[in-house]
């Protein structure tokens, strides 16, 4: 297989960038690999893959589409690479490249990273999640966390918030949320509008984008009846009912098959007396 592809996601803002050296699905739920929360993405809307040394993309019959500089890409029919492919998915500038430059390898944790720092970009420069100290002489005080980090710690010291590695109090990274860590104690997810004590005092983290990108579940898959000869369907317990939408047996058919009863036991009593 070929080392890979690089892909450029554009937004409003800088481009995201990742190397894929595997199969992938582009798409709004957040189960997919590559992320992307926007209404105007299919839950799962492209693929992305290698076949015989060879990158494809395939549009896997998204609501709103995909095209490409000549037109409308269709879906289901994979479109080679090359050595650099654009598409265009409504607001949103994919670029698929050969070529490989100095970017971050592509693993699942870092698809929450590419949906916040896409999201944020559409949103403007109030995308981003902050705390604020509620109280005390730090009231109103706030500060920003980029999405880059990874951990960082938090502290109030006279009238302003600021980070600080002698703290311990830690925002982390959660998918592509945020955790507090408070000294030993594990980590847990921040939602935004809650408030926490902070040596003290009462702070509120605050995350505009949290709606956005509240994940959505996959695509629901139609269940296959069985046909398998051996499947002699659900087992009822003692007192459960066996009645079925649509194969209940009909009135008459219950009245024929108890005439027919009767006629057997009326000829067998016949013989035998």
Same mark, same amino acid.
């Given at each position: 297989m070929s080392k890979?592809?690089?892909?450029?996601?554009?937004?409003?803002?800088?481009? &995201?960038?990742?190397?894929? %050296?595997? %199969? &992938?699905i582009v798409g709004r739920a957040s189960t997919s690999d590559v992320? @992307? =929360?926007? %209404?105007? &993405?299919?839950a799962r809307h492209l693929r992305v893959f290698a076949e015989?040394?060879?990158?494809?993309?395939?549009?896997?019959?998204?609501?709103?589409?995909?095209?490409?500089?000549?037109?409308? *890409?269709t879906p289901h029919s994979p479109i080679s690479i090359?050595?650099? !492919? #654009?598409?265009? *998915?409504?607001? !949103?500038?994919? #670029?698929?490249?050969?070529?490989?430059p100095e970017v971050v390898a592509f693993t699942l944790g870092l698809s929450g990273s590419i949906a916040r720092q896409l999201a944020a970009? /559409?949103?403007?420069?109030?995308?981003? $999640?902050? *705390? +604020?100290? /509620? %109280?005390?002489? $730090?009231?109103?005080?706030?500060? +920003?966390?980029?999405?880059?980090? #990874?951990? &960082?710690? *938090?502290?109030?010291?006279?009238?302003?918030l600021e980070f600080s590695d002698d703290s311990e109090h830690f925002v982390v990274r959660d998918g592509e949320g945020f955790g507090l860590k408070v000294g030993?104690?594990?980590?847990?997810? @921040?939602?935004?509008? #809650?408030r926490f004590d902070l040596a003290g005092s009462d702070v509120a983290f605050f995350d505009p984008l949290e709606a956005q990108l509240s994940p959505i579940p996959e695509p629901e898959v139609e269940p296959v009846e069985s046909h398998d000869p051996q499947d002699t369907g659900p087992n009822f317990q003692d007192g459960e009912s066996s009645d079925v939408?649509?194969?209940?047996? =009909?009135? $008459? $058919?219950l009245m024929v098959l108890a005439a027919v009863v009767g006629v057997a036991v009326l000829i067998l009593s016949l013989f035998l007396v």
């Open positions: 890979g592809v690089t892909l450029s996601i554009r937004g409003a803002g800088a481009a &995201v960038q990742v190397h894929l %050296d595997r %199969d &992938v992320w @992307l =929360p926007f %209404d105007f &993405v299919s015989n040394g060879q990158w494809f993309v395939e549009d896997l019959g998204s609501t709103n589409g995909t095209r490409s500089s000549a037109g409308p *890409i090359g050595s650099k !492919l #654009e598409l265009i *998915i409504q607001d !949103l500038e994919l #670029e698929f490249s050969r070529s490989v970009n /559409m949103a403007g420069p109030t995308g981003y $999640a902050f *705390i +604020e100290a /509620m %109280d005390g002489p $730090a009231a109103g005080a706030r500060i +920003e966390l980029q999405d880059g980090l #990874e951990g &960082v710690g *938090i502290r109030i010291r006279g009238a302003t030993e104690k594990p980590a847990r997810r @921040l939602r935004s509008g #809650e939408p649509g194969k209940k047996i =009909p009135l $008459a $058919a």
